[in-house]
């Protein structure tokens, strides 16, 4: 299915981005590129102080928005709408029980400073860095804003990671300062968030912690180890509320690190700033999300991940919104429960990945869709290419046939969405994600690499402690711009078909995963003396992992399971392990990653192989796989 979808829905022509708004938009941007980001940034933010220059660039590829200026996000997300919105529900949150939690912006404002209050009370101050592993929660989006209101920058760590990956990132921050849960629920089992902190404190030397008791039995007081210094979360309820510590900070003043895998087996933590990030993140949600003031907004993301810190947390309440977010599992309690909380909460605007869209489908079979899904207006889809059946079944099963869909294309990178198709401005087309949202302009090379072409306020600033690896990984010499790792077509309407990674990154259920970050940790189980990690597509997940560890004694498939386990988590837990002798290299001994694709698919390898080494090691690994079956 690759038809057009018309504008159908009457409320595109009341869209906040409409086609004149879009047309005037657009002729501003090219008449006078950065006095439109300008005027944008004065109108949509509070500036303390405002800025001298827009954009500039010192040392390429290095640039700063909003030079001079001064403003904080929690500022702009909580103050700025007291006046309008000061008893309009800011959070809406259920927890695994279905119990509520209703905050207020009022209410929101008042926990948020108590928080930063606390902070600073326990000497935490601008600039340091504090990690955050902790479940989607209330408290988790307190300790967000707070953070951020004294200027301190917050590294947030998805809750599944393994406790080696969660201290390599503190390692990488040379954070001080955890602040986590005792535990999450999840599908009716108990995460030991806190255990797996201390876990990690073998592995990093952070040296204070928060913990914020979830279970409501949490005793810090009988907690020990070794120079670490407990706090209650809770605490933070005691300090004073009318006395405000936030700190003024310059535009270019980083916001927070987030973490993501690259080439190498090294994460990347990007660093993002506070003045560019936070109008993209509100410009981008009003304009996409096309959100009003009576919408209820659901973002299925989790907050250890760029599309909950933008979606969920800043760019909705930039903009004033009710945010509604849910603890568990789309199949906890049930595999209804996400269309039962849409129908008792009246959600309007609903933002959820492929991944999971493949899934409701899947059980959809056995478990019908009864509930009335009639307040729903808006459906958004993000973290890889929805696939036109998906698509249509999103569109039809979930919208009616009424409610648009908007296929956002985005990056850890890039801070907030790139490519779309605006509901009042779009036709869309199943399959691709749209055109670039004005100020932002993307083009691809002859071998389809896409680019973005300028700096954008909201772009990453760098990779945390390695600003060589941040230019060698994204900025391309010969065309001076921002390299996304992303295979794309163009069609002459300028909508973007993304087309997937060209990098060694993989996306499981757009969960995105270095190839090389696991191969690391395969050689780690006993035995293993090479591993090579390929991705073949998935129904379901989009892609999956498959693993070909080179043994030379009894190693087990459950040791590699266990030791990626213990190094990520395990949301990486590969689909197939295939234990060799050799892997197929060429005679400079580069993997040759197609041919273990193709027999990973079972595929009799295709193209060319007169450049392997030793064309056997294809029969001996064809054999592997023929066994296993
Ligand atoms: O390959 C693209 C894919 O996800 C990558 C970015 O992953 P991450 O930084 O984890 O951020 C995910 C959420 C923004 C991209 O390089 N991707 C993201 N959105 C889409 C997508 N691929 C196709 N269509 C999308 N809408």
Redesign the pocket.
Known sequence: MTGIYPKINPQSINANLGLKQHFDLTKSFENDHFGTWSKLAREELFWHKDFETCFSQKEYPFFSWFEGGKTNISYNCLDKNLEKNSQKTAIQFINSNQEETNLSYRELHQRVIQFSNYLKKLGIKKRDFICLYMPLSCEAVIAMLAIVRIGAIHNIVFAGFSATALAERIRDTKSDWVITADLAYRKGKELSLLETCLEARDESDFKNIIVYNRSGNCEISSLEKSGLKFYKFENYLSEDFTKDSIEWLDAEDPSFVLY?SGSTGKPKGLVHSTGGYSLWAKLSTRWVFDLKENDKYWCTADIG???GHTYLVYGPLLNGATCFFYEDAPDFPNKNIFWQLIEKYKITIFYTAPTAIRTFMQWQKDHPITQDLSSLRLLG??????NPKAWKWFYEVIGNSRCPIV???????TGGIMITSLIGVDDMKPGK?GRALPGIEVFTDTDNKLYIKKPFPSLARTINGNPARYLNAYWNNEHKAYL???SALIDEDGYVE?Q??IDDVI?VS?H?LGTAEIESSIIKAPHVSEAAVVSIPHEIKGETIIVFAVTNGATTKDEINEQIKDDIGSFAKPEEIFLCKALPKTRSGKIMRRLLKDIGLRKFPEGDISTLEDSKVIEALIEVVKQQL
């Open positions: 993501t991940w760029i599309t889809s993000v973290g890889e290419p929805i296929d956002t294309w985005w990056q850890t990178e994600a996304a790792g992303d993304l997937g990674r996306n757009g995105r």
